[in-house]
């Protein structure tokens, strides 16, 4: 929505409508851990056997589809939700297990919705200070203040939220979330509600204020994209369960399994047996790491894997060639495979329809899975 008091803030104008980098108020952050956290909601299993630690000042992205129990952990880290089992220990301390539950408002805990979760009552420094209770009102509207400041909306105080557009609410929910100095931040899909041209841009600036403020954040997302923009460390998960943790390199480079490699990115997929230590493709024949000899295997390409070369490789017929943008997406008709390849090139490199070309696959972007 535009205003009298907006200025299209958080679209394409840039970085300038932020407040100046390296301003946010640093936190003392704290370690968080997950320790054997399980949690049912009757017989709805939301987590199993959880075990996470998030270093002082680390951001983990928990990544994976929707009902995958993400939520769940953070809720039970904010300690709205009381687990099953396990424990949770915020510097070592248990807050919510046998030994004990600290209650959601004395665990140093900021959070941050998808909605923003602004009062619509309150003007834009109340929301902001709303957390601050602790202090008396002059120091509390001074702390809001700051965060305002960084966030670059302190022109809005006096503003009620209604006013704002999406972007600039995200941004006040982000200075209403750092204000107490959280020594741990919980962020449930905080960019969800922004229009993607924005996304990228709040991203990129919550980022550099969550690293300022040097706490230590957990943060929900189902977009891959958006973790590995974020994330030091990716936590990957499926049907209650952490299938795989590493940074966004690790994760996408050696993905645990063709499921999580799927997650990341899209495929070429093959059906094949390994055979002499390698596996038939339509585009020559792959190592199989090691895998059992005889055993069935999928085997996942990367479009962008499959590079043109001037002399080995395949020769190959290109059907279509569609321009995207920043790249090229071209299907390629195989000699002996009825189905199309798919294959993704710089626009500068991409090859007319109808025209043959020899290609070959860079090994480091196979992936041979059994089935
Ligand atoms: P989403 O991205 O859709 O929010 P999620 O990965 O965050 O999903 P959770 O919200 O943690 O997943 O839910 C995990 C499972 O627990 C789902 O099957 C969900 O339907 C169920 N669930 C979550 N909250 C409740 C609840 N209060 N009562 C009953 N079942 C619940």
Redesign the pocket.
Same mark, same amino acid.
Not at 64 to 71: A, N, Q
């Given at each position: 929505m535009q205003t009298e008091f907006s200025d299209t803030s958080g679209n394409q104008a840039g970085r300038k409508e932020w407040g100046e980098r390296g301003t946010a108020a640093a936190t003392i952050a704290a370690r968080l851990s997950f320790e054997h956290v399980s949690h049912s909601? +009757?017989r709805?299993v939301?987590?199993t056997d959880i075990n996470l630690d998030l270093a002082p000042g680390e951001i983990v992205c928990l990544l994976?589809?929707?009902?995958? +129990?993400?939520?769940?952990?953070l809720r039970v880290a904010a300690g709205v939700e009381r687990q099953n089992s396990g424990r949770v220990l915020l510097d070592g301390l248990e807050v919510s297990g046998p030994g004990g539950f600290v209650p959601p408002e004395k665990r140093g805990i900021g959070l941050m919705f998808q909605d923003f979760a602004l009062f619509p009552h309150l003007t834009i420094l109340e929301n902001v200070a709303f957390g601050l209770s602790e202090l008396d009102r002059a120091e509390a509207h001074r702390e809001a203040r700051s965060a305002l400041q960084r966030v670059g909306l302190l022109d809005y105080e006096k503003a009620y939220p209604h006013i704002l557009s999406g972007g600039e609410q995200q941004r006040v929910a982000l200075a209403r979330a750092i204000a107490p100095r959280p020594s741990v931040l919980l962020m449930d899909?905080p960019f969800s509600g922004l229009d993607q041209r924005l996304r990228d841009s709040v991203r990129d600036e919550t980022l550099t204020v969550l690293k300022e403020t040097r706490a230590s954040s957990l943060l929900?997302t189902?977009d891959p994209e958006e973790a590995m923009q974020m994330a030091d460390r990716i936590a990957h998960?499926r049907n209650?369960r952490i299938i795989q943790s590493g940074s966004p390199r690790e994760i996408y480079n050696n993905p645990v399994d063709a499921e999580t490699a799927r997650f990341f990115s899209d495929f070429n997929e093959f059906d094949g047996a390994v055979e002499n230590g390698s596996v038939d493709v339509p585009l020559g024949r792959v190592a199989a790491n090691g895998i059992a000899e005889g055993t069935k295997v999928e085997v996942l390409v990367r479009p962008s894997a499959i590079e043109l070369c001037s002399q080995d490789g395949f020769e190959v017929m290109v059907r279509t060639s569609r321009f995207l943008g920043d790249h090229c997406l071209l299907t390629l008709a195989v000699a002996g495979y009825e189905k199309t390849v798919r294959m993704k090139l710089r626009d500068s490199e991409a090859p007319e329809s109808g025209a043959v070309v020899r290609v070959c696959v860079n090994p480091a972007h196979i992936f041979v899975f059994p089935t």
């Open positions: 909601y +009757g709805i939301a987590a994976g589809p929707s009902g995958c +129990g993400k939520t769940t952990l899909e929900v189902h998960m209650g």
